[in-house]
């Protein structure tokens, strides 16, 4: 199982860019999907989460400029990130809490995180 994260670069202040994480493995089911980020000398934070129910939930820093959309049958969470500040500049990874198929046994519940894809926003 790996989730593997694309679309990151270099953005002017005020552009956008979309991130893509896509889920493959031996995956029965997909629970809550989620993006998170870590500036140089800080610690990882939440940006937005997305329940299996696409329920949503953003930090304040990011509301009303990020969106966060899940395709459930391609196994794959979108973040796009509008108005675009230096702030925003990041490593961004993407998690995931999966339920692992083990064939004849019940699937076992797991976290996974992608590898992190370098979001930088000049000024």
């Known amino acids: 199982v790996q989730l593997v994260e694309s679309g990151g670069g270099l953005v002017q202040a005020g552009g956008s860019l979309r991130l893509s994480c896509a889920a493959s493995g031996s995956i029965f089911s997909i629970n809550a999907m989620g993006w998170y980020r870590q500036a140089p000398g800080k610690q990882r934070e939440l940006v937005a989460t997305?329940?299996?129910?696409?329920?949503?939930n953003y930090a304040d820093s990011v509301k009303g400029r990020f969106t966060i959309s899940r395709d459930n049958a391609k196994k794959t969470v979108y973040l796009q990130m509008n108005s675009l500040t230096p702030e925003d500049t990041a490593v961004y990874y993407c998690n995931a809490d999966l339920n692992i198929d083990r064939g004849i046994y019940y699937p076992r519940r797991e976290e996974y995180w992608g590898q992190g894809t370098q979001v930088t926003v000049s000024s």
């Open positions: 997305i329940t299996s129910g696409r329920s949503t």
